[in-house]
């Protein structure tokens, strides 16, 4: 089961578990949490929320959303 696809996501659908586990912060390398409601990877450390476009996370700050 180590080679099975990471599923896409949509708003009605979690994030991976494993993908959440490896993604970090770009900016202070901490942990993220999912919004399911909002689709995005939220860092609270950095005050930042990451979309979740087409089921890939966008972990740039200028395309973040500040909190």
Same mark, same amino acid.
Request: aromatic residues 2%; charged residues 25%.
């Given at each position: 089961?180590?080679?099975?696809? +990471?599923? =896409?996501? #949509? /708003?009605? #659908?979690?994030? !991976? /578990? &494993? %993908? %959440?586990? +490896? *993604?970090?912060?770009? %900016?202070? @390398?901490?942990? %993220?949490?999912? !919004? @399911?409601? &909002?689709?995005?990877?939220?860092?609270?450390?950095?005050? *930042? =929320?990451?979309?979740?476009?087409?089921? +890939?996370? +966008?972990?740039? =700050?200028?395309? =973040?959303?500040?909190?």
């Amino acid at each position: 089961m180590e080679n099975e696809p +990471i599923p =896409a996501t #949509t /708003p009605d #659908t979690m994030i !991976d /578990p &494993r %993908l %959440l586990e +490896i *993604l970090v912060c770009p %900016l202070t @390398r901490g942990p %993220l949490t999912y !919004d @399911r409601a &909002r689709n995005e990877l939220v860092s609270a450390k950095a005050c *930042l =929320a990451y979309p979740i476009r087409n089921g +890939i996370p +966008i972990m740039l =700050a200028d395309e =973040a959303r500040v909190l």
